[in-house]
């Protein structure tokens, strides 16, 4: 009863001093960034990955890079049978043209806006550096 732990120890070891003597053989060949080189399953800039849709569900989401669009499918129970069913589908195509919407606060027109009282501030200080310097300590 000894032996079996002692056994997938080392059917362990000896897969892993596989793989790691076939990752140092291709070392040459191969780029520098593996990962960045070899997308996870995809052709022609359609890739498809899984994911989770909501706490109990998980679902196969496809994303087309050259026409801008993804869409998700889970697989469903249909009548006894398992079925797949889409999801949900958008482009993306024109949300780069958004500037603001549906985000929490400080929304762009705030950020904006302290951002402007900030370079006025700064430019006034840089102008004047002794009435700041005045105002910061309380001597007016």
């Known amino acids: 009863m000894t032996n079996r732990p002692q056994t997938a120890g080392w059917v362990i070891a000896v897969l892993l001093a596989f793989i790691a003597g076939m990752l140092w053989s291709r070392s040459g060949s191969e780029p520098a960034a593996l990962a960045q080189a ?3 399953a995809g052709a022609r800039g359609i890739y498809a990955f899984p994911g989770q849709i909501d706490q109990t569900h998980h679902g196969l989401f496809m ?5 801008g669009t993804l869409w998700c499918y889970e697989l469903d129970e249909v009548d006894g049978e398992r079925k ?3 999801v949900a589908a958008r482009s993306w195509i024109y949300d780069r043209y958004l500037r603001d919407y549906n985000g929490a606060m400080p929304d762009q027109r705030m950020v904006q806006g302290l951002v402007a009282a ?3 501030q ?5 102008t004047d550096p002794r009435p700041a310097a005045a105002e910061r300590s309380g001597d007016n």
């Open 63 to 67: 994303l087309d890079i050259e026409q």
């Open 38 to 40: 070899t997308p996870l």
């Open 84 to 86: 797949l069913r889409l």
């Open 122 to 126: 700064q430019a006034r200080t840089e």
């Open 118 to 120: 900030e370079r006025n």
